[in-house]
């Protein structure tokens, strides 16, 4: 056996016979590295692909409407930006084998630790009943009775993670993210002009009308759906369920810019989708609005695709944020908390989940239940937490202590990532200001 | 493999010369990870332990803020704000 299969497969494999273990014997070694990476993939596609969630869809198309393709090279700012941020949280989790919340308690304290845990219970919560709100509108649009087909949803959503098995949710999870590649083909199906597209990719330019009350918030709101604080909480829990390995961190850094790249793409679709409702002179409330006007001219294949679109994105976004809040709690309250548990075992962390997922759905069915300043809530909560939960991150992944030589950021990690927090703070302090003064941008 | 139900681990006792060994995670034997709890919480200097401070302050003033905007969007001070 050589150095390379020493290093995959722990103590056992150290010897020339293993203990009984299964897994996969292979004689070429790009067949290894093919299928180490795929039993390693999953949670940075997953992480990724859940933020393009019901909130995103609204926002990217919001975008494509109002600005066509002008704020496309936004999009390509953020993927190393995503990629830097959740490439420490792969370190992280990889080198300690914990969440996120477990590590700002053990190493920050009691305050932070609660403060942290409430503040990511609470962006989440009001998250939820977003991604709900959007299942109920994109139903309705397709003549399913809301009170009827939420709950399905919801039920579905708890059978996702009762099985007990990582492996059985990892793999209905990415079958869901792949199914966003439709985006791909409703951006293609639109017509969009590709010259117009790179141009406004590569070429950062502020559009017609200069930098106004209504661009600087879209502008906030995309950069906030992107990099969401449950993110960081989510991957860490994740790959530290998955158990994976100190020999899995290339993969698992592989994973997370394969997850980044994909996402960016299947954003910038959406923005195009929002461009055609544009060039149509369509203007919508929503996406679902959107795939309704937009089917007069790119048939009904388009409009039941966007609208499926968006269920898919809720039911992601639904799955990734309420295991994140459920693997915080459990990690905090010291509770068992693993798919790989059956309910029996880990009762408080599935309860969790399921009090999350049933309470947002409740709420979204209340009659005239204020979902406005619900939406509103999650911007601003989510601008606010960003900030400070990267900077837990950077101070983490600089402790020698907790992480050795090998794990901390070096020099050029931490001039990146204090760039990106400095710049995160900015634009969290515009939009404090802008909640205190509303009037202090022009207005569109 | 895996991730799309391809791969099909197998119980595997040896391994032949030159052959490698593709294991789960979650079929590997537990890695030892450092203990975190053991170390407790983190040494920090004045100048860092000063900044939480304040961003401790500001988080809470933010908090607030944002509160009372919501609750005036609400209407709960006797008046639809914006």
Redesign the interface.
Known sequence: ??D??LS??????AQ???P??????????W??S???F?????PGLIVMEADNDAGAVSTYVQAGAQYGTRLLWILLLLLPVTYFIQEMVVRLGI????GHA??IY????R??GM?SLVDLQLVNFLTLVTEFAAISLALSHMNIAPRVGVPLAAVALIVMVLSGS??RW??VT?FLCLLDLAWVAIALKVRPSFGEIVHNTIVPGIPRGGVTASLMFLVIAIVGTTIAPWQLFFQQSCIAD?????S?VKWARLDTLLGAVFTIIVAGCMMLAGNAARMHGISFFDPAQMANDLHVFSGEAVRSAILLLMINAAVLGTTAISLSSAWAYGEVKGWPHSL?MPFRKAPGFYVTYVVCVGLAAAIVLIPRA?LQ?II??VQ??AG?MLP?AI?FLQ??LN?K????EQYVNKRWNNRVNWTIIIVLFILSLIL?AQ??A?NLFPGS | ?????L?????????????????????????Q??D??A?????MTAS?RLS?LA??GY?VL??L??FY??MD??GAFGHHA?
């Open positions: 056996m050589t390379e299969v995959i497969s722990t103590a056992g494999a020339a016979t293993l009984p273990v299964r897994g996969r014997v292979v004689r070429k070694k067949l290894y093919v299928l180490t795929l039993t390693v993939f999953g080198a300690t084998g914990k477990a590590m053990q190493r920050f304290g305050w932070w403060f990582y492996r990892e793999r990415v998955k158990r994976l390995r100190f899995d790989e204020p300043l509103l809530g601003v909560l606010i400070s900077i101070l983490l402790d202590e907790l992480l050795g404090a909640v205190a509303p | 493999m895996s991730v799309m139900g791969f099909r681990p197998t119980v595997i006792r040896d391994v032949p010369e030159n052959h490698f060994v593709v294991i789960h995670p979650l079929d590997d034997v537990p890695e990870k450092i975190a709890s170390l407790g919480p983190m040494p860092v939480l961003l401790r988080l933010m908090m803020l944002v905007h919501v969007l609400a914006h």
